[in-house]
């Protein structure tokens, strides 16, 4: 068992999350792009199953990534969009 840490928490950057965020959902639509262009190559010229099922699979995990990362962002919305602390002094 572990002692509880004694280091106050680590500021959340907001810019570097919302940085992070776009990186993965460009990531994510990449992968549904390249599976949908894999299946039309694949279909076009007649390269085999396998091409088709990978460009399948792509689709799939870029469109589960994009939800997830849908779904993150909502998690984080308050980290994102948060005040800074002297404008909440002013409005309490």
Known sequence: MRAASTKPEKPVDPVRVRRHMGWLHHTSLFMVLIGVALIVVAAASGVGPTATLIGMMLIVAGVVKVVVVRLWHGMFAEVLH???????SEHE
């Open 82 to 88: 948060s005040t800074p602390a002297s404008e909440r």
